[in-house]
Nanobody, 124 residues
Framework: VQLQASGGGLVQAGGSLRLSCAASRFTASRRTVGWFRQLPGKERVFVGAVMWPGSTYYADSVKGRFTISRDSTKNTVYLQMNSLEPEDTAVYYC???????????????????WGQGTQVTVSS
């Protein structure tokens, strides 16, 4: 399983970004793909996830602003981030699991496969 996250950048508060997580050697649409974010010196925290066949889960802090979607033709999962706030600044990671349990979708230790991070910086 290989994951490649991209799409980060610098944006002003209120703006939008779309992160991509391209999967290889792994059918993303039939597994759980999660997004996490991390600040320096802090633990990675759950942002959102999509489970097969299509249930989505979000952290309360991003609910209503972030949306996860999938493109099975590109084997890619997206994190659309709208109404960004300076507090959303972090390194964002995508992760995957082939054996996720619904109640554990927010638990980062349940994801054995990780992509490299992509930096998102939101200026005030």
């Amino acid at each position: 399983v290989q994951l490649q996250a991209s799409g980060g950048g610098l944006v002003q508060a209120g703006g939008s970004l779309r992160l991509s997580c391209a999967a290889s050697r792994f059918t993303a649409s039939r597994r759980t793909v999660g997004w996490f974010r991390q600040l320096p010196g802090k633990e990675r925290v759950f942002v959102g996830a999509v489970m097969w066949p299509g249930s989505t889960y979000y952290a309360d802090s991003v609910k209503g602003r972030f949306t996860i979607s999938r493109d099975s033709t590109k084997n890619t999962v997206y994190l659309q981030m709208n109404s960004l706030e300076p507090e959303d600044t972090a390194v964002y990671y995508c992760a995957a699991s082939t054996t996720m349990i619904t109640g554990q979708v927010r638990n980062r230790t349940m994801y054995p496969y990780w992509g490299q991070g992509t930096q998102v910086t939101v200026s005030s």
